[in-house]
Structure formats: structure tokens, C-alpha cells
């Protein structure tokens, strides 16, 4: 059996069952207790308080300022729109601020957090954790274990902590900068990952001048763009054996799973009538005015994935729409966010349901005349499904005067 609890359009302290419980707070300042089995929780309007308890829990902060509590066991936490903070406590946490500057704390446990949009800061805690700092300028710690440091876009401070750590760099393009400053790297225990097909002999290693005497700058040999400050290191010290494409763990544990896409949200921060999702309802006959009504859900997961149109021409503008996603699922009434697995080493983005050009740059019919793609669609219910589309690339006559 499991519960499903409303809010109202006031301030609630809304605590669940020992069953499963969805509970959708509405308006006010909420403070919201799944307690025991897997919850679904969703702070929805204003500045919310939800703790997931033990079992693996899904939650959502929705609007506004909120704090998410995981607890035991292996959450999934969304901040949504705001400024969050969402701290993954005890089990093997996957953390999402997504919109706004958000706070991101992992906790025990082998843990995923992803910064997503906003000047984030981003504690992996202990244990061995990737993190990912995704858009603009974050903050980052691996702490305790042996973690993967990701700055993405912006400029990032990484900092690994104790443990063998790898800090990864990536390309830059004209319209993006994905610098990272890396302030404990330690030659012989941590190594420095390349990213979107990036290779050592794209690299030029620099002793830094001026007011980066004493550090070593990792630059692009193609482009003179740096890539990476490494504090207190001398370049001399930095060799082809520092640098490695394998990014997972240096343990030998289990390998740590690598998020390549952020997951996209609605922006409906003009809609003051923003209405909560309720995941995967069978029977159910419940409004908006508060109460609690027992019913039993069956969530399915998605089974297939496709994309109205897979070509797009060679070196097409940023943005450019490849296509439309759509889900197959059971659960008609669902809804579903989609994510890159693998985004073809930088090429393709995704924006709500789109398929878009990335990097037009990289899209060059005479090199590759096709790349693959790994899209994840993930219900409101957090049942996912992945299937790689290839993107045809199609010839654009360059002969001069043809354009």
C-alpha cells in the first residue's frame, strides 16, 4: 500500500507512514518527514524542509530556497529552482541542485552530485564520489576517498581532499570557458583525467609567470586557451604517466558511475500556479485541498526512446535543434526528463525534449559522417531507460562561392 498525503496552500508539517508515502506539500514554508520505505517527497512553492528517513527516497524541492535531507539509505535529491541545499547523509546518494547557487553535501556513501546551473558548492564527503560542478563557477571538494572531480563549464576551484583523486579537464570552445584550478593536486597519488576526447599530446605544460609563479598552466596546444592552473606545482613534475582517459576510480573497489548530462528542468519561474506532478497515480481521487488518500501505484518503467529526426548539417550554430525526444511508457499520464549519457565528446546537448547541437565546430562531414548519442529518460517515479540514436551528419557544399 502506499500513502499519498497533500499539503495545503498554508505552511504544513506533513510526516508520512511506515509504508511508502507520496507527499506533495503545495504552498507555504514546508516541513515534510517521509519516515520509513522509499518516499517520494516534493517541497513544491516557497522555502521547504523534506527528510527522506531511511529507505532509498526521491525528492524534489520544487521553488524557493529549500533543504533536502536524504537520510539512510540511497536517495535521489533534486533542488530544483532556488537556492538549495541538499545533503545526501548516509547511503550511496545521487545529488542534483540543477537550477540556481546551490549547497551539495554527500555525506557516507559512494555518492554522485551535479552541480547543474548556478555558482555551486559541492562537498563530496566520505568515501569514493564523483562530482560534477556542471555550469557556471563552483566550488568543489572530493574530501575523503578516492574521487572524480569534474569543474565542467566556468571557471572551477577543485580541491580532492584525502585520497587518490583525478581532476578532470575538458575542451573549451569559442563560446564556452571550462577552466579548472586544481589546489592540492600530489604528483604519484592523484592523476589529472582528459576529457571530451582530449589526449596528452594536445597538451602543452607551462610554468606559470606573474601572478601564477609557482604553478603549472595546462594549456591547449590548438587553441593557447588553458585549461587547467595546477596550484604549487612545478610543470616539470607533471608527465605523460600524470595524466589518464580512464576516469573511474583509482581503487580497486567497485568502479564509481560517471552522470555525462545534466538532467534538464522546466524553467516555471514565471508560474506563480505551479501545480506538483503526482507520480504515476491509479485510482486516485484526491484534490489540492489537503487530506490524505490510500491507493496502490504501479510505476513502470520507460521502454523506448525516439527522436523525430536524427541528421543535422556539418558545422551547424550552437543550438541548433537536431530533433524532438519522446518516451515510450506504460504509464500514459507520466512525464519524463531526459539526460545525455553520452554526448558524442561534447557535440550534442539536450534542452527539456530537444536534441541540440552543442559544439557545432566538432560536427565535419568529410572527418565523420555519423556520431552516437546515449539518451537517459527518467520518469517522475525515478525508473529510467538509456538507448544510443546515431546523428547523421550531412555534407555542406564549402566550395567557394556555393555557400
Excluded: C, W
Excluded at 206 to 223: K, P
Excluded at 255 to 282: A, G, H, K, S, Y
Aim: net charge negative; aromatic share 4%.
Amino acid at each position: 500500500m502506499i500513502e499519498i498525503n497533500f499539503g495545503t496552500l498554508d505552511s504544513d508539517n506533513i510526516g508520512g507512514t511506515s509504508s511508502q508515502d507520496i507527499i506533495l506539500a503545495l504552498n507555504g514554508n514546508d516541513t515534510v518527514i517521509g519516515l520509513e520505505a522509499d518516499d517520494f517527497l516534493n517541497g513544491n512553492q516557497d522555502d521547504d524542509i523534506l527528510f527522506g528517513g531511511p529507505g532509498n527516497d526521491t525528492l524534489h524541492g520544487g521553488k524557493g530556497s529549500d533543504r533536502l535531507l536524504g537520510g539512510a539509505d540511497n536517495d535521489r535529491l533534486y533542488g530544483d529552482l532556488g537556492n538549495d541545499t541538499l545533503d545526501g547523509e548516509n547511503g550511496n546518494d545521487e545529488l542534483f541542485g540543477l537550477d540556481g547557487n546551490d549547497i551539495l553535501l554527500g555525506g557516507l556513501g559512494t555518492d554522485i552530485l551535479f552541480g547543474n546551473q548556478g555558482d555551486d558548492t559541492i562537498d563530496g564527503g566520505e568515501e569514493n564520489d564523483t562530482v560534477r560542478g556542471g555550469k557556471d563557477n563552483d566550488i568543489i571538494f572530493g574530501a575523503d576517498g578516492n574521487d572524480v572531480l569534474y569543474g565542467d563549464l566556468g571557471v572551477n576551484t577543485l580541491n580532492g581532499g584525502a585520497g587518490f583523486d583525478i581532476f578532470v579537464i575538458r575542451k573549451q570552445s569559442n563560446e564556452t570557458i571550462a577552466q579548472i584550478i586544481i589546489e592540492d593536486f600530489v604528483a604519484g597519488e592523484d592523476l589529472i583525467g582528459l576529457d571530451d576526447e582530449l589526449v596528452f599530446d594536445d597538451l602543452d605544460i607551462q610554468d606559470g609567470t606573474g601572478e601564477n609563479g609557482g604553478n603549472t598552466l595546462i594549456v591547449e596546444r590548438a587553441t593557447g586557451q588553458v585549461l587547467a592552473i595546477v596550484l604549487g606545482v612545478e610543470s616539470r613534475t607533471l608527465t605523460r604517466e600524470t595524466f589518464t582517459t580512464s576516469l573511474n576510480s583509482l581503487t580497486t573497489a567497485p568502479p564509481v558511475p560517471t552522470p555525462l548530462t545534466e538532467p534538464t528542468t522546466t524553467d516555471d519561474t514565471n508560474n506563480d500556479n505551479f501545480v506538483p506532478q503526482v507520480p504515476n497515480l491509479i485510482g486516485n481521487t484526491g484534490g489540492n485541498t489537503g487530506g490524505n488518500t490510500g491507493g496502490e501505484i504501479t510505476n513502470s518503467a520507460p521502454t523506448d526512446i525516439a527522436l523525430s529526426s536524427s541528421s543535422i548539417e556539418e558545422n551547424s550554430a550552437n543550438g541548433t535543434v537536431v530533433g524532438n525526444l519522446s518516451t515510450t511508457d506504460a504509464d500514459a499520464n507520466d512525464t519524463h526528463t531526459y539526460a545525455l549519457a553520452n554526448n558524442a565528446g561534447g557535440r550534442f546537448a539536450i534542452s527539456d525534449n530537444q536534441l541540440q547541437v552543442a559544439d557545432g565546430t566538432l560536427l565535419d562531414f568529410e572527418t565523420t559522417t555519423s556520431h552516437d548519442v546515449t539518451v537517459r529518460t527518467t520518469d517522475s517515479g525515478g525508473e529510467s531507460f538509456e538507448k544510443t540514436l546515431t546523428i547523421q551528419v550531412s555534407d555542406v557544399d564549402e566550395t567557394p562561392g556555393n555557400a
